[in-house]
């Protein structure tokens, strides 16, 4: 089994933790090293998924995008057409090339998922000369059709990374994780081990040292968390050398006979930081809570008659409640993307392929800013929609997709109580952590006694779907359940932030407790979400509650964007010009009446499109768009060209369409919106198709969706 360098290493599983939190001093809160590798030793500073968290890493192999190529007759590609061969390091053990369909019977037969076809790279052969090299990936003879295929840097032992010398303050602890990159299952498999040594001048001791055998990843792969304390060291100039090696002495390199992997050693970003208390108030915290699928009319704080949300409506009464927040969609993806990057979904184009990037590389997230300035960026999440593969943990060192698959009936409390954890290592650095259950959304099986709060009187088996009712009274004991399903939630909310309460944190943190859409029942003759864009939808809860000791607080009636909170939260950070035509910070309605003016958004955009028939039963192929005034609504079907519009002053509910009389304001509207998405779009490259946007539907994925009732 696995052996361990006893004496300075501290399991992270094991470390004792205090009912506060570990508070390091005031001149250098922590210090990364990803950005601190000797450029000699980096590779490319990527993201790595292994299990269900998603981390920054020193280095990991290079890998090429999932492209669709056409393969001739004689069944060859080039290198050149699958990766960029400039990226591939000289001394790695060559390039292996994955294709993703089952071109081979005799695979199909062994179950593989993809072929796999390795291009070794002897030592007297320079990488620039492989962009040539003709790899066989399906059989001579066969007429010419399209395959997806991918490329990956193989990796050839030992490596070393040295960071950039760093001064170690008083009780410096370093943390960092370690883990097998790629595929493990039934590839060819050497023991790896892990070193961590530290230099002093001439001087190199080792403080860490693990070795990865087979049985060590058995149970399937993750992280492994580690912690070395550094307080001996205290006062001395330093640098990390991070090592991997095969423990045997038959190192794998460039030429040998050691089989190539489809796995690599990778040392997730470690993080340097003093344990020692007494440090003074800095920049304040952030903390995102996302209740997936909660409309805003289903909270007491809101006016509703049930009473499902005690610890929200506690909560609010020292924060500031937005009546009128409006999200930019009515389902998950393109909601987060809007207010992850503040651009609108007819620009990001998140609504196009449900399970590709929703949004490109080049938008700027929250995440991003947050880490820019000095945050430790963390998320915990449910994955799916928000998944890390989506694109939001751009910015964000460690990013969870969470348990849904594992824990449906209970998921908020096992990802709430995960970030309780990471909080109990890191509070006393200053954070941006974005939290997201999908706990409200269909299925409702809220645990037993919430199931039963609104609705004790139904005497049927089991719990009722939206798509399962067969009477009115049915329909009465679906809504219960959902209810039950924020009455649950609503307890692990209250725990949670009473757990920060007990930290110590809250007065230095900004809160921000909110939902991505809505949820239909029958109001206009649907269910769910992501097929309308009404209120019943659109209107979710917003809640801030800013960092200081008299945070402001009550009731802002203005109506505001969902997507705001990117310009909020950067105009937090003290980022300057984040605004933008569908895009406008909220502080200017916070600070007091004198800079209300400045928040003159006259009308909120709202858009939904089809998705893939896989997820839901609609119509294909179209798309609705919303304008919302702080009087009208109106809504522009774009493949049936019909359009509705509604007098919210005098019917909130919006079931009287009045558009037939009003042909001079839908005129108005028409070119309103047709100026709206010019305006958005303009000076921007056109969002992706989802051709350009293909992804595999993994296994993990699909375990997803059927939690979520979506398969």
């Excluded at 004496?7 to 210090?31: D, Y």
């Excluded at 007429?143 to 040295?162: D, G, T, Y």
């Excluded at 038959?250 to 040392?267: A, I, Q, R």
Aim: net charge negative; hydrophobic share 35%.
């Amino acid at each position: 089994m696995a052996e361990r360098y006893a004496g300075r290493l501290i399991l992270a599983a094991l470390l004792i933790v205090c009912i506060g939190c570990r508070r390091p001093p005031a001149e250098v809160p922590f210090h990364r090293f990803v950005e601190d590798v000797l450029p000699g030793q980096r590779w490319h500073e990527v993201k790595v998924l292994i299990g269900h968290e998603t981390r920054n890493v020193l280095s990991a192999p290079y890998r090429s995008a999932l492209r669709e190529i056409e393969v001739g007759q004689d069944g060859t590609i080039t290198l050149a057409e699958v990766a960029e061969i400039d990226k591939v390091r000289a001394d790695s053990a060559g390039v292996r090339v994955r294709v993703e369909q089952r071109p081979f019977e005799a695979l199909q037969a062994a179950k593989n998922p993809a072929a796999r076809v390795y291009v070794a790279l002897p030592p007297e052969r320079d990488v620039a000369e492989l962009s040539g090299t003709k790899v066989q990936i399906l059989p001579a003879g066969e007429e010419k059709r399209n395959v997806r295929v991918s490329a990956r840097e193989v990796v050839a032992l030992p490596q070393e990374h040295i960071t950039k010398e760093v001064r170690l303050q008083q009780s410096a602890r370093l943390d960092f994780g370690i883990g097998l990159e790629g595929d493990i299952s039934g590839a060819p498999f050497c023991d790896v081990r892990f070193t961590l040594s530290v230099e002093r001048g001439q001087e190199r001791e080792t403080v860490f040292s693990e070795v990865f055998e087979r049985e060590s990843v058995e149970d399937g792969p993750a992280w492994v968390d580690a912690t070395v304390d550094l307080s001996d060291m205290a006062g001395s100039s330093v640098r990390f050398v991070f090592r991997t090696e095969a423990p045997s002495g038959e190192e794998e390199t460039k030429g040998n006979s050691v089989p190539l992997f489809d796995w690599s050693p990778v040392w997730s970003s470690p993080i340097l930081y003093s344990t020692e208390s007494g440090r003074t108030v800095g920049k304040p915290n952030i903390i995102l809570i996302s209740l997936d699928t909660l409309r805003a009319d289903h909270l007491g704080c809101y006016g509703y008659h049930r009473d499902t949300s005690p610890n929200i409506d506690r909560f609010a009464e020292g924060a500031l409640l937005f009546e009128n927040c409006i999200a930019s969609s009515s389902w998950t993806l393109p909601a987060h993307a809007s207010l992850f990057t503040g651009v609108h979904p007819s620009v990001h184009g998140a609504e196009v392929h449900p399970w590709g990037p929703p949004f490109a590389e080049t938008e700027t997230t929250l995440g991003e800013l947050a880490r820019e300035r000095g945050y430790l960026t963390a998320a915990y999440t449910e994955g799916l929609f928000v998944s890390a593969s989506m694109g939001f943990a751009q910015g964000v060192e460690l990013y969870s997709d969470g348990k849904l698959a594992e824990f449906p009936l209970h998921c908020a409390e096992v990802t709430f109580n995960d970030t309780v954890q990471w909080l109990e290592t890191y509070c006393g650095l200053p954070f941006f952590l974005f939290v997201h259950t999908y706990q409200i959304h269909d299925p409702y099986t809220p645990p037993a006694h919430f199931g039963e709060m609104f609705d004790k009187d139904y005497t049927e088996a089991g719990t009722v779907r939206p798509r399962q009712v067969r009477s009115e009274k049915d329909k009465i004991r679906c809504e219960a359940l959902y209810d039950g399903e924020i009455a649950y939630t609503d307890k692990v909310v209250g725990d949670f932030l009473g757990r920060l309460e007990e930290m110590q944190l809250l007065q230095n943190t900004t809160v921000i407790v909110f939902s991505d859409h809505g949820e239909e029942f029958w109001e206009h003759g649907g269910i769910e979400h992501g097929v309308t864009l009404y209120d019943e939808v659109l209107h979710v809860p917003l809640i801030i509650k800013l960092a200081g000791e008299n945070p402001p607080g009550g009731r802002v009636a203005r109506q505001v964007s969902l997507t705001d909170l990117y310009a909020t939260v950067a105009e937090l950070l003290g980022v300057d010009g984040a605004n933008s035509p569908d895009c406008m910070s909220l502080l200017p309605l916070i600070t007091g009446p004198e800079t209300r003016a400045k928040y003159d958004r006259k009308f909120i955009v709202s858009q939904v499109c089809h998705r893939d028939s896989v997820l839901v039963s609609m119509t294909p192929d179209w798309r609705k768009r919303s304008i919302r005034t702080d009087t009208e609504k109106y809504i522009k079907f774009e493949k049936e060209e019909m359009e509705e519009l509604y007098d919210l002053g005098g019917d909130l509910s919006e079931k009287n369409d009045i558009s037939a009389k009003n042909e001079q304001d839908l005129l108005k509207y028409r070119a309103m919106l047709d100026s709206f998405l010019e305006t958005v779009s303009a000076g921007r490259a056109p969002a992706a198709t989802a051709e350009q946007r293909v992804a595999p539907l993994t296994e993990e994925r699909k375990r997803e969706l059927k939690a979520l009732s979506y398969m």
